[in-house]
Nanobody, 123 residues
Framework: QVQVVESGGGLVQPGGSLQLHCAASGTILRLNSMGWYRQAPGKERELVAIIASGGKTNYTGSVKGRFTISRDIAKKAVYLQMNSLKPEDTAVYYC?????????????????WGKGTLVTVSS
């Protein structure tokens, strides 16, 4: 069974920092990409940052220079360091993991989401 679990959300004042953590568990053969998405109230889910298997990263424009995505392949973990937070960063942040996992000796494509962690930026 493959699971993806996020942690690290909370309430922070504008200008503050938070680090989100996501860990995947299970018999994962290969990680193709690990990414962070967010969904604000009344809005669609959007990509925040993603890191590919080769280490290439991509960010949505509004977070460039403020957020940094990193990973620990051995731990099957991905992190999102968020600095200079703004009220418009308030959202539920979701982790997505794509890759290949094994279950009962069979290979499956992996495209798993965590349940999300709430980030609130407010004074």
């Amino acid at each position: 069974q493959v699971q993806v679990v996020e942690s690290g959300g909370g309430l922070v004042q504008p200008g503050g920092s938070l680090q989100l953590h996501c860990a995947a568990s299970g018999t994962i053969l290969r990680l193709n990409s690990m990414g962070w998405y967010r969904q604000a109230p009344g809005k669609e889910r959007e990509l925040v940052a993603i890191i590919a298997s080769g280490g290439k990263t991509n960010y949505t424009g509004s977070v460039k220079g403020r957020f940094t995505i990193s990973r620990d392949i051995a731990k099957k973990a991905v992190y999102l360091q968020m600095n200079s937070l703004k009220p418009e960063d308030t959202a539920v942040y979701y982790c997505n993991v794509k890759g290949v996992y094994i279950d009962n000796d069979l290979y499956y494509d992996m495209d798993h989401w965590g349940k999300g962690t709430l980030v609130t930026v407010s004074s």
